[in-house]
């Protein structure tokens, strides 16, 4: 009964490094999303794509880039990761119109 | 935007309590989602429920839209009820509430 996976439950990676998370959805569903929760902040958006190749800036999509190369496939990509990057990263795909969302495991992130 | 207020922001109970958790929110929405958060940080569909009534098991919620609110009811807590709920305008862009926070002693 799979939904959403992502790929790693835990990272730890150094600063200065390139990090990719991965989120794969069996639903068929065009629109995907990363957030990320910190204590206190709740849970933010960070990127969303509604359709291959397509993406659209949340409220914090600094020092983030995203890829949609096929539809069941969205990755989040830390371009040099810092220690302020150090988070729970969700993945979540709603259904087609305002339907419910679906959500991965999460991955924690550390960067050291 | 759509403003989601959830209360209370914390709560402790006996396990075999019983507890009711709100979600206010600001403007109409034809969707409204709980999610349960484990330790662990998963998370877990609980329910979707623009209107009405639902139950699974120990859990129900209702939603009343014309009214902007939502509750959370559970019932016979376990200690493995603890973790957040949140509730979510669910959606293009999901839109969450702070959370509750509960904690269910032994």
């Known amino acids: 009964d799979v939904k959403v996976t992502q790929s790693s439950r835990y990272l730890v990676k150094r600063t200065g490094e390139k990090v990719f998370l991965e989120c794969v959805q069996d639903?068929?569903?065009?629109?995907m999303f990363w957030y990320r929760q910190d204590p206190g902040l709740g849970l933010r958006l960070i990127y969303f794509?509604?359709?291959?190749?397509?993406?659209e800036k949340g409220d914090i999509p600094e020092g983030y880039s995203v890829s949609r190369e096929k539809k069941e496939r969205f990755s989040l990509i830390l371009e040099s990761a810092s220690t302020n990057q150090t988070s729970m990263y969700l993945c979540a795909s709603p259904g087609p119109g305002e339907t419910e969302a679906f959500f991965g495991q999460g991955t924690r992130l550390t960067v050291v | 935007g759509i403003q989601v207020e959830q209360s209370p922001p914390d709560l402790i109970l006996q396990e075999g309590a019983n507890s009711t958790l709100r979600c206010n929110f600001s403007?109409?929405?034809?969707?409204l989602q709980w999610f349960h958060q484990n330790p662990w940080g998963q998370l877990i569909n609980l329910f979707y429920i623009p209107s009405g009534t639902k139950q699974n098991g120990r859990l129900s919620a209702t939603t009343v839209a014309t009214e902007r609110y939502s509750l959370l009811y559970i019932s016979s807590s376990q200690t493995t009820d603890s973790g957040v709920y949140f509730c979510?305008?669910?959606?293009?862009?999901?839109?969450f509430g702070a959370g509750t926070r509960l904690f269910v002693k032994a």
């Open positions: 794509s509604y359709d291959v190749k397509m993406k």
């Open positions: 979510a305008v669910a959606g293009f862009k999901t839109i």
């Open positions: 403007d109409s929405v034809n969707n």
């Open positions: 639903m068929d569903h065009e629109n």
